[in-house]
């Protein structure tokens, strides 16, 4: 039997393995730390990164539809929410539709159902330089709402309220920063990386690996279920009475008398 710490951490990582995205994003921290340890060389590890990165395509069956649906839904622009951030969101969309709309037509070439070199070649093109794109969206994004929610937080304490209010009114403004800073910071990474796979950057393969593993780590931390709070102290070893085994009473034992030399 494991404690209930253990047993937590095994629910949160099958929780984790149970989504898509958490096997796709796993598969590519793998995929990139062998492009890390290639270093561009021939060898086993390169052979590991070719064979993951081809099995990871299963897993983006029918995303372009996934990512194109909320423009299918609501093309148009909704009055009293503000225009960039609408914009940015449709063209993310847009852009990641097309990322793997064009990932697919690699995938097809690698199943041996597309055999023009130059049209495989033009649809990776496209489909890296969307993800790049995509990720600009989120960097501007991410970006724009930070500086929005940083401006108030900085204010000081509004007239009339109270000291518990204003701390938790900026503690929450603190904590939601904070979870955009880290969605910002994995899109810069992303960005960077995109433009190490297209070569726009003389980077080596090692960087571009580094990059990766940076990148897949983050988005895997980002999948991974919240882990419940470990209680400390005596109500962490507290034991359930009802489930002890019930003991018969010990029989009583003999008295010996003392012997009086």
């Known amino acids: 039997m494991v404690d209930a710490h253990t047993a937590d951490t095994l629910k949160a990582i099958n929780t984790f393995?149970?989504?898509?995205?958490?096997?796709?994003?796993?598969?590519?921290?793998i995929q990139y730390?062998?492009?890390?340890?290639?270093?561009?060389?021939?060898?086993?590890?390169?052979?590991?990164m070719a064979s993951v990165a081809?099995?990871?395509?299963?897993?983006?069956?029918?995303?372009?539809?996934?990512?194109?649906?909320p423009l299918l839904?609501?093309?148009?622009?909704?009055?009293?929410?503000?225009?960039?951030?609408?914009?940015?969101?449709?063209?993310?969309?847009l852009l990641n539709a097309l990322y793997f709309g064009a990932d697919h037509v690699v995938w097809a070439s690698q199943a041996g159902l597309i055999t023009d070199k130059t049209k495989v070649e033009r649809a990776q093109k496209l489909s890296l330089y969307s993800w790049l794109g995509a990720s600009l969206c989120t960097v501007a994004g991410e970006l724009t709402e930070i500086l929005r929610m940083a401006l108030p937080a900085i204010i000081v304490q509004e007239q009339g309220e109270d000291d518990g209010k204003y701390m938790a009114r900026q503690q929450a403004a603190v904590d939601e920063i904070n979870k955009r800073g880290l969605v910002l910071f994995h899109a810069s990474i992303q960005a960077f990386l995109a433009l190490g796979l297209l070569g726009l950057r003389p980077w080596k393969?090692?960087?571009?690996?580094?990059?990766?593993?940076?990148?897949?780590?983050?988005?895997?931390?980002?999948?991974?279920?919240?882990?419940?709070?470990?209680?400390?102290?005596?109500?962490?070893?507290?034991?359930?009475?009802?489930?002890?085994?019930?003991?018969?009473?010990?029989?009583?034992?003999?008295?010996?008398?003392?012997?009086?030399?």
């Open 33 to 48: 730390a062998c492009m890390f340890i290639a270093a561009g060389q021939p060898g086993n590890s390169r052979k590991i």
């Open 17 to 29: 393995l149970g989504k898509t995205d958490g096997r796709d994003k796993l598969c590519a921290t």
């Open 205 to 261: 393969p090692r960087t571009v690996g580094a990059l990766g593993v940076i990148a897949s780590a983050i988005n895997c931390y980002m999948l991974f279920p919240p882990m419940p709070k470990q209680i400390k102290g005596p109500a962490a070893t507290k034991v359930d009475s009802k489930a002890l085994p019930v003991l018969p009473p010990a029989s009583p034992q003999p008295k010996i008398a003392a012997k009086v030399s």
């Open 54 to 69: 081809a099995a990871r395509k299963v897993f983006r069956v029918l995303r372009p539809l996934e990512n194109v649906t």
């Open 73 to 93: 839904l609501q093309p148009k622009l909704v009055q009293g929410q503000p225009l960039h951030s609408q914009v940015l969101n449709k063209l993310k969309s």
